[in-house]
């Protein structure tokens, strides 16, 4: 069975008997689908995001440094993406979390595997994702996101780009420190505030993605989309990204609104390219790094990620016809 | 007792700044409560998530906002 079928039954309930609207409109589908929806994705965020909390309490940034100032190369890259996964990331934080990388002796491509995983695979896209489209779909999103960081990370390492990096980011005094250990209370409370942190900030955006989603499930021809956003337009990819990169702060909005638009003919690649891009690119981050790295390093840092992004486009298109 | 508020002045930062405030008030301790807001003097405590606590030169809290409970038993120890 499955586990939203209660929802399935509420949802209905509150469609037919308490709004009473006539069964199989385009209205009845439309509410519906926001209904159940939101709910949906609500609950899933309140549950993965209090479980992702509670590890990340094992592991925070400090921590994190500790192994990858250890760590060689290549293994670096990996571990360096897929610990990003479980760290939340705001532009905010991308300063502090640079220099404490580069300053222990992080090597540059490692910190960068981290920079582009830690926004890019976070938990609340990867909700969104389950919740839209199912567990495929979002697995498609970590692994492939998981390559474009361990790869760029690779490419900007050999680049040798040290150069680039402001002078006093490489010579500030940041060392490796051994925090105190939480208590099990502790970490719960962490958890809890923090879910409730985020939930609080992006349930509007939910909710208004999801009501335009479900408006345009309800009310938008089918195929309307495909005549410019099909799998065989090539533009559409470049498009997508383009568009995703001043989109940061409503990740949350934007994917159940993509969700929707997939069914009215976007290709899922170009789909998958647009959510990347939103979250791995974002502007007010680059504006922030600026203060520790030239505009050159941060060019090639948007660039290498951007081909990384649109090959991941172009494959899906093709791969998922 | 020395002690700093790590923080680039986010929410959370004053919230712990807030709870450490009371908790000095309750106890009745001597105690300077000092802001550090420049990043590179955040970075050299080690500290990459904020905000943090730091008593007497060690890091007691990082990336998170510590209850009045938890900032009680730090600072009578």
Known sequence: MNIFYPIQIFADWLTYSVFNIIPKTLLASAVNFFIFDTIKILILLFVIIFAVSLIRSYLPPEKIRNILSHEKKYVGNILASLLGIITPFCSCSAVPLFLGFVQAGVPLGTTFSFLVASPMINEVALVLLFGMFGWKIALIYIISGLMIAIFSGMVIEKMDVRNLVEEFALNGAGENIELPEMSWKQRTDYAKNYTLDIVKKVWLYVVIGVGLGAWIHGYVPTDFLAHYASADKWYAVPLAVLIGIPLYSNAAGVIPLVGALTEKGVAMGTALAFMMAVTALSLPEFMILKKVMKTRLILIFAAVVGIGILFTGYLFNWILK | ?77
Do not use: F, H, W
Not at chain 2, 13 to 29: D, I, P, S, W, Y
């Open chain 2, 1 to 77: 007792m020395q002690i700093k508020i790590l923080g680039t002045g986010c929410p959370n930062c004053q919230r712990l700044e807030a709870n450490t405030k009371k908790v000095l008030e309750e106890l009745k301790l001597e105690g300077k409560i000092e802001k550090v807001t420049e990043i590179a003097d955040i970075m050299s405590y080690g500290v990459m998530s904020m905000p943090a606590l730091v008593v007497d030169g060690a890091v007691k809290i990082s990336g998170r906002v510590a209850d009045v409970k938890e900032i009680k038993e730090l600072l009578s120890k």
